[in-house]
């Protein structure tokens, strides 16, 4: 998504926002959606100008191993706002099954959806790794958005 830090605060500091405006607030920084919602999310992340990108068999098959079930300890917590710039959704037979949001910047991660447990999820070279798949333009770095 292009949306700036400046963006951010802008639409943060802005007193009344408009419906899409609050949307965007919640899906970039907030817990929305907290459960698959009944709209198709799709359509909503492409009104809010997010971009869909489709993966390779290889891709998807490392951002598999990436959000797979691990018996590692709990990462360290992150202490920022979060920017969910990259969103993540999982289809079975066509219907949404999971969403994962997740800030690269913090390694900050919203999961649902899911089956197993995800308290563990999200240590650094994970997230490198599936930044790599998904941002294979950009170098990486935890301060780049």
Known sequence: MNFSEDDFFILMKKEN?????????????????????????????????YKKSKLNIREQKK???????????????AACIAEYRDIF???????????????FVCNRFQIIG????VSIFG?????????SIVRKDKKLSGSEP
């Open 89 to 103: 959704i999982f289809k079975k037979r066509g219907r949404i099954i999971g969403i994962s949001k997740i800030c």
């Open 123 to 131: 240590f650094p070279d994970e997230l490198d790794k599936l930044k």
């Open 17 to 49: 926002k408009t419906e899409k405006e609050l949307q965007l607030s919640d899906l970039f920084s907030g817990y929305y959606p907290d459960s698959i919602p009944k709209e198709d999310f799709e359509k909503i992340l492409l009104r809010q100008n």
């Open 63 to 77: 951002i598999e191993s990436v959000f797979s079930e691990k018996d590692l300890p709990i990462p360290d917590a």
């Open 114 to 117: 899911s089956k197993i447990d």
